[in-house]
């Protein structure tokens, strides 16, 4: 099972980007995937989730701002990220499990490498 994220880079405040994670080695239609994001010194947490069947989940911080979406057939996650500010800047991983892991991510099943999303101000 291999996890591809792309998409980070760095942009100015208020700016946008869309990451995308394409998942290889086996479907995860009945899976829940999502993002989670680690800045410089600071622990690795829940961005945002969606299920099998579409119901999304946010992190407060992000909320209104990233939009969560998977496409089933090509086997991939996304994450539109808008009007975003500093303290967005992080590695963004994508994972897998087979439920929401918004305090656990040490036991999130399925990992991609980082991509790194750096917000100037």
């Known amino acids: 099972v291999q996890l591809q994220a792309s998409g980070g880079g760095l942009v100015h405040t208020g700016g946008s980007l869309r990451l995308s994670c394409a998942a290889s080695?086996?479907?995860?239609?009945?899976?829940?995937m999502g993002w989670f994001r680690q800045a410089p010194g600071k622990e690795r947490e829940f961005v945002a989730a969606?299920?099998?069947?579409?119901?999304?989940f946010y992190a407060d911080s992000v909320k209104g701002r990233f939009t969560v979406s998977r496409d089933n057939i090509k086997n991939m996650v996304y994450l539109q990220m808008v009007s975003l500010k500093p303290e967005d800047t992080a590695v963004y991983y994508c994972a897998v499990d087979r439920v929401v892991r918004r305090e656990t991510p040490n036991l999130v099943q399925y990992w991609g490498q980082g991509t790194l999303v750096t917000v100037s101000s």
């Open positions: 969606i299920s099998w069947n579409n119901v999304t």
């Open positions: 080695g086996r479907t995860f239609n009945s899976y829940v």
